[in-house]
């Protein structure tokens, strides 16, 4: 049981406080234990099988739950600025807390988009002035997300840009591409592309095959997303610079993304949750909630995701999160909005996957914490003294459901809804101040 004398958000930022009889799981170190971790200054201070507590000091009884570096989430939409219908920074915050995730990467593709240094600097305040999560925004790749002229890179960096992105969007001209990571290179930083096809992929609703013909769906061939694979390594491969593939959902895909980490190219993906847990016959009768963008695939691409994620092709997991009002999906299927949202599933979903026995627990957090935030630069996504105390307490095999309405924030577009999971958050930790509790 959690201490109830600790309520959510009454501990103050750098109290003292000691977690203890907790499930230490640290996935950048291996750790695997039963002990106690100590917070102080809003950082780690002391973690290990015995760990005494200061005198005044808080503590928690975690009651064997596990503890684990708070969720690096590397690709998140927020409706604000401009569709704050859909999602604000703050209903985000509130939702990604309840997920256990503590550090997010918001896509440009806002309105406007992020191709203005005030911009970057916009989101970045909002995101630190809810106090429970990094928002770290990715800079647009090309202004407007338009795919044809270059961002000011060099501004949007130096304002605090994580990386760059035309976020939804494929930055289809192989020349902008291409200059797009020789800037990001110069500047130490990457591109993350949506890789499909841009002209096989328009007006596409499902991925093209039997099922989408039944349908009467318009299809997207499953070889639009490894074409633009195979032309970005090309890419790569004459810049020298580093591209990320976003959602990636294909066994071709992967295939060639495998075959350039090991030429030693700088060449990383993820993909999202739905890629590894659903297949495209979770679309049923026109289910709006699974259309996604990429869409589902066959269940071979399923697997091969799967076995993607088991080999370390795939570097980190991504909840893909794109919120969406009722009336986006109120539609028929082929006019409905692309996406669904993915907070609070992100790491019930990928413990299926341990459950399953598809990945080992600390292989499966990896792919959450350590592995995204090595990617992006940062010192979080482990349980180290002196790492910032972000935090996520869950009980292993504790049962809830999915349920669209009762989900935290205002995205209720979940392609999951229904799903019973065995992974129930309950406790996040934000720089050391407890920002949820269940």
């Not at 750790?31 to 099988?49: H, M, N, P, R």
């Not at 093209?208 to 997207?220: C, N, V």
């Not at 491969?237 to 976003?246: D, E, L, P, Q, Y």
């Not at 495998?258 to 990383?268: P, Q």
Request: proline share 6%; with cysteine; glycine share 12%.
């Amino acid at each position: 049981m959690l201490n109830p004398t600790l309520p959510v958000g009454t501990d103050r930022r750098g109290a003292p406080l000691l977690i203890r009889n907790a499930r230490l799981l640290d996935p950048a170190s291996g750790l695997d234990i039963l002990g106690s971790l100590f917070i102080q200054g809003g950082l780690i201070a002391e973690v290990g099988a015995v760990v005494a507590a200061p005198e005044g000091a808080e503590t928690l009884d975690a009651d064997g739950a596990c503890l684990a570096p708070g969720l690096v989430d590397m690709r998140v939409a927020t409706g604000e600025p401009g569709q704050e219908h859909r999602e604000t920074i703050t209903s985000l915050a509130l939702a990604a807390s309840a997920g256990g995730i503590t550090t997010l990467c918001a896509l440009p593709n806002t309105d406007p988009v992020l191709d203005d240094p005030a911009l970057v600097q916009f989101v970045l305040r909002r995101g630190e002035a809810t106090g429970r999560i990094s928002l770290l925004p990715y800079g647009a790749a090309t202004k407007h997300c338009e795919g044809k002229e270059i961002a000011e890179f060099g501004l949007l960096k130096e304002a605090g840009a994580i990386g760059f992105s035309d976020g939804v969007r494929t930055i289809g001209n192989a020349r902008t591409m291409r200059l797009a990571l020789s800037y990001a290179k110069a500047f130490g930083s990457f591109v993350v592309q949506h890789p499909e096809e841009p002209s096989l992929a328009a007006g596409g609703a499902a991925t093209e095959g039997e099922l989408a013909t039944r349908l009467g769906l318009p299809g997207i061939p499953r070889a639009a997303e490894a074409m633009m694979v195979r032309r970005d390594i090309a890419l790569a491969r004459i810049t020298g610079g580093h591209v990320h593939f976003a959602h990636v959902s294909t066994a071709e895909a992967l295939l060639e993304i495998r075959a350039a980490k090991a030429e030693g190219l700088r060449i990383t993906c993820d993909t999202a949750p739905p890629y590894f847990d659903l297949n495209e016959t979770a679309i049923g009768d026109y289910r709006t909630y699974a259309k996604l963008s990429p869409p589902l695939r066959p269940e071979a691409d399923r697997l091969a995701v799967v076995a993607a994620l088991r080999d370390g092709t795939i570097d980190a997991i991504a909840s893909d999160h794109q919120p969406h009002d009722a009336d986006d999906k109120r539609l028929p299927f082929a006019q409905a909005e692309a996406g669904g949202a993915g907070l609070a599933t992100l790491l019930g979903i990928t413990l299926a996957r341990v459950h399953g026995g598809d990945l080992q627990l600390l292989e499966a957090l990896a792919l959450l914490t350590c592995r995204p935030a090595d990617l992006l630069g940062l010192s979080c996504g482990r349980l180290a003294p002196g790492a910032p105390a972000d935090l996520v307490l869950f009980h292993l095999e504790r049962g809830w459901q999915v349920k669209a309405g009762t989900l935290p924030g205002k995205a209720q577009n979940s392609p999951f809804d229904g799903r019973a999971l065995e992974g129930k958050v309950l406790g996040t930790w934000k720089a050391g101040r407890r920002v949820f509790g269940a």
